[in-house]
């Protein structure tokens, strides 16, 4: 599949203070999405973005489109404990079902 | 709301031994797959089925069988389990390409394989 490159590889911050993640590649993409995984659990779905340039919310989370589909970030606002996890970023090139995924962003978060 | 679900969770195997991970989804799902999760990999995809019947190879296929008999079941088997298999394997599935597919996965809890 296409490599995307994420980072960081890992975060290790203060509750409270904002996280930023990002993902590129060197292909263009049509769909970017955003999945956290918590601690013996599957990753869940968080962002999904379809066009570029797109910037959607998800309460505390902003994640946008690169105008040239060839990236994505996330960003999250005053983190809290629970954002503790794996963030993946996770892409796909066309109409199917094939998604290629980042290597993940491991975020710690102290009170 | 069952979901993915997964069995084993937990599961430690010789080498040379085989098994078979199993996965079940009660959405009404089309696609499903497997992937493996290791340590600073990422999520990598094993094999996928886009219906009953329908099966491929996905970018880690080697050393590993799967079947879609059913909308609901996708197995995996391992035959003859190596170390190099030690992972977490996570099941995930979603709707055609045809019907409301957005590209969002739905995954199971995982199951944690190791092999002595």
């Known amino acids: 599949g296409q490599q995307l490159n994420q980072s960081p590889q890992s975060m290790f911050i203060q509750e409270g203070e904002d996280v930023s993640m990002n993902c590129t590649s060197s292909s263009i993409f049509n769909t970017w999405l955003w999945y956290k995984q918590d601690p013996g659990e599957g990753p869940v779905l968080l962002i999904a973005l379809y066009k570029a340039g797109e910037l959607t919310s998800n309460g505390r989370l902003t994640a946008q489109f690169g105008i040239t589909r060839k990236d994505s970030f996330l960003n999250i606002s005053a983190s809290i404990p629970s954002d503790v996890g794996i963030y993946f970023c996770a892409g796909r090139i066309n109409s199917g079902y094939a998604l290629n995924f980042g290597k993940g962003t491991s975020l710690l978060v102290t009170p | 709301n069952a979901g993915v679900t997964q069995t084993p969770k937990f599961q430690v195997l010789k080498t040379g031994q085989s098994m078979t991970l199993q996965c079940a989804q009660d959405?009404?799902?089309?696609?499903m797959s497997w992937y493996r999760q290791d340590p600073g990999m990422g999520l990598r995809l094993i094999h996928y089925s886009v219906g009953a019947g329908i099966t491929d190879q996905g970018e880690v296929p080697n050393g590993y069988n799967v079947s879609r008999s059913t909308t609901e079941d996708f197995p995996l088997r391992l035959l003859s389990a190596a170390p190099s298999q030690t992972s977490v394997y996570f099941c995930?599935?979603?709707?055609?390409?045809?019907?409301?597919?957005?590209?969002?996965?739905?995954f199971g809890e995982g199951s944690r394989l190791t092999v002595l």
């Open positions: 959405m009404n799902h089309e696609y």
């Open positions: 995930a599935s979603s709707f055609s390409v045809a019907r409301r597919n957005t590209g969002e996965l739905f």
